[in-house]
């Protein structure tokens, strides 16, 4: 049997644009026109106000890490990146979203709360995957 | 509060043994279970007209293999916590005429995995497409993520996280049946591997094969048919969800389901905390039991870690927890909720292997998937 390899996302209508925008270098979310806030995971209707009038913005791609694990065992097809970084970053817009870190040690004295990110997209499956990096870091 | 509207557990029962059991399936271990539940209730499948599971197998294969003809069937599925579903949602069917006397089942073959569903999701799920592929690796790093922002905002230390696991054992120290019995230090603790930084595995809970039932019906058919052992009765119930992904926690430091459905549930039974003798907090991972304490108000924000640290929660403390030794220690088939129970049952009748002095009152918080849906249960050894 060959190696597992890494999951890779299969879009909904719902989710198109929202995979179509990393494809094109750019993270896109969605923002509710009626009440003003941002959603994500793209959905038909506003979490917050109900309405379904939700517009696709773009988000300025930088983030803040809000909560992390550094998993010492592989997930499917991620044995040659152990140990490696699962993470939960903050948008400015507030929303949140679940995330690997690349272009740091998976060592927490690398990793403050709060530290500041930017995306960077890795090609995977027939998408593109948002991942994040230290903002300082090269590009 | 009426006889017969006054809900009690008749009958409660885990399978003969749990651990590693590969020669029983998940079929088996949800019948083995049942008829276990059904003896210790003095009553056969004829005397059950009410079935409650979750979705493997399922209401209607557990009914048609126990030979019962269910009139109410409930299917609610929402993970480990599921069970404590079942036992409000009977209480709500029998006091609406719907059913009598509800037989409520879990099987697992957690470790074994005997025709144990798969884990397979689709990769257009919502966790297909967004959590999945960053190598999420089931509960041990998905669970956890929540951790290190609840230490952050609680000052909450990772020696108070181990010292969750370390209390815990000395419940488990006490319990024959519990898998793992010797007690831990805090330095064992960290020593264990490392699974997902924060989490050492002594901080993850065991993965085993069990199975657990229930008989629950009203004090009126109870007393009317006489019982061996004391009666539990349903006090207070409350049932809540939170969010499908961690990652959509709306606050990663606090737990929504296990705040309303604690609030409803002591509401309902009419209790503050003082009133409670005896507590239950579904422990997958260390970290859990102290939003429980925190989210349902034992004690204030940031103050969960010290109070375990302090050793309340211990043998001879004052707030008794998780003393069959909990997921981490005892067993953890997957959907634990079912023991949870079982445990405050046999702590209300006075029949646990660490039995606590006194115990009137005790309250289970339940946690299905991770962070996804919360229920809690009020129980008592005397009616409302």
């Keep these: 049997m060959p190696p597992p390899t890494k999951p890779a996302p299969v879009p909904t209508p719902e989710t198109l644009p929202f995979w179509e925008g990393c494809a094109a270098g750019e993270l896109r979310i969605q923002r509710c026109q009626a009440c003003g806030k941002h959603v994500f995971y793209p959905r038909p209707a506003c979490p917050h106000c109900h309405s379904t009038d939700l517009e696709w913005v773009v988000s300025d791609g930088t983030a803040t890490l809000h909560s992390y694990v550094i998993s010492h065992r592989a997930g499917p097809g991620f044995a040659e990146e152990v140990p490696y970084v699962i993470a939960i970053v903050e948008l400015p817009e507030g929303v949140r979203m679940m995330t690997n870190l690349v272009q740091v040690e998976a060592d927490p004295a690398q990793l403050p709360l709060d530290m500041p990110l930017r995306v960077v997209f890795e090609p995977r499956g027939d998408v593109h995957l948002p991942l994040f990096a230290p903002a300082g870091s090269a590009a | 509060?009426?006889?017969?509207?006054?809900?009690?557990?008749?009958?409660?029962?885990?399978?003969?043994?749990?651990?590693?059991?590969?020669?029983?399936?998940?079929?088996?271990?949800?019948?083995?279970?049942?008829?276990?539940?059904?003896?210790?209730?003095?009553?056969?499948?004829?005397?059950?007209?009410?079935?409650?599971?979750?979705?493997?197998?399922?209401?209607?294969?557990?009914?048609?293999?126990?030979?019962?003809?269910?009139?109410?069937?409930?299917?609610?599925?929402?993970?480990?916590?599921?069970?404590?579903?079942?036992?409000?949602?009977?209480?709500?069917?029998?006091?609406?005429?719907?059913?009598?006397?509800?037989?409520?089942?879990?099987?697992?073959?957690?470790?074994?995995?005997?025709?144990?569903?798969?884990?397979?999701?689709?990769?257009?799920?919502?966790?297909?497409?967004?959590?999945?592929?960053?190598?999420?690796?089931?509960?041990?790093?998905?669970?956890?993520?929540?951790?290190?922002?609840?230490?952050?905002?609680?000052?909450?230390?990772?020696?108070?996280?181990?010292?969750?696991?370390?209390?815990?054992?000395?419940?488990?120290?006490?319990?024959?049946?519990?898998?793992?019995?010797?007690?831990?230090?805090?330095?064992?603790?960290?020593?264990?591997?490392?699974?997902?930084?924060?989490?050492?595995?002594?901080?993850?809970?065991?993965?085993?094969?069990?199975?657990?039932?229930?008989?629950?019906?009203?004090?009126?058919?109870?007393?009317?048919?006489?019982?061996?052992?004391?009666?539990?009765?349903?006090?207070?119930?409350?049932?809540?969800?939170?969010?499908?992904?961690?990652?959509?926690?709306?606050?990663?430091?606090?737990?929504?389901?296990?705040?309303?459905?604690?609030?409803?549930?002591?509401?309902?039974?009419?209790?503050?905390?003082?009133?409670?003798?005896?507590?239950?907090?579904?422990?997958?991972?260390?970290?859990?039991?102290?939003?429980?304490?925190?989210?349902?108000?034992?004690?204030?924000?940031?103050?969960?870690g010290a109070f375990v640290a302090e050793g309340h929660t211990s043998p001879g403390g004052r707030l008794p927890l998780n003393t069959n030794g909990g997921g981490m220690s005892y067993t953890h088939t997957g959907m634990y909720g079912m023991f949870a129970i079982q445990e405050a049952v046999r702590q209300v009748r006075g029949e646990a292997a660490a039995q606590v002095e006194g115990v009137e009152r005790s309250v289970v918080m339940g946690n299905g998937g991770m962070f996804m849906a919360g229920a809690t249960l009020v129980l008592g050894n005397a009616p409302r």
């Design chain 2, 1 to 304: 509060m009426s006889a017969k509207d006054d809900i009690v557990i008749i009958g409660a029962a885990e399978t003969d043994e749990l651990g590693k059991l590969p020669n029983i399936s998940t079929m088996g271990l949800h019948l083995e279970a049942a008829r276990n539940a059904l003896a210790d209730a003095g009553m056969t499948p004829a005397d059950i007209d009410g079935l409650a599971t979750v979705q493997t197998p399922g209401p209607v294969s557990i009914a048609h293999a126990l030979g019962v003809e269910a009139r109410w069937l409930d299917g609610t599925g929402v993970g480990g916590t599921s069970f404590l579903f079942h036992v409000r949602h009977a209480a709500g069917a029998i006091r609406a005429g719907l059913a009598e006397t509800v037989l409520i089942t879990h099987g697992e073959s957690g470790r074994s995995r005997v025709d144990a569903p798969g884990w397979g999701r689709s990769p257009q799920s919502l966790n297909g497409q967004f959590e999945a592929p960053y190598g999420v690796f089931g509960p041990p790093t998905a669970f956890t993520l929540t951790a290190l922002r609840f230490m952050h905002e609680t000052g909450t230390t990772l020696e108070q996280l181990a010292e969750v696991a370390v209390a815990q054992r000395r419940w488990a120290n006490k319990n024959p049946r519990a898998l793992m019995q010797d007690l831990i230090t805090v330095d064992d603790v960290f020593a264990s591997k490392m699974i997902a930084w924060p989490f050492n595995l002594l901080m993850c809970c065991l993965v085993t094969d069990g199975g657990g039932a229930l008989v629950v019906t009203t004090r009126e058919k109870a007393e009317a048919r006489g019982h061996d052992k004391p009666l539990v009765h349903l006090l207070g119930a409350g049932e809540a969800a939170d969010s499908p992904m961690v990652s959509q926690m709306p606050d990663l430091t606090s737990f929504g389901a296990f705040k309303r459905s604690s609030a409803a549930a002591f509401a309902e039974a009419g209790i503050t905390h003082s009133d409670v003798d005896h507590l239950m907090i579904y422990d997958a991972f260390a970290h859990v039991p102290l939003y429980g304490l925190e989210d349902a108000g034992f004690v204030g924000r940031g103050e969960a």
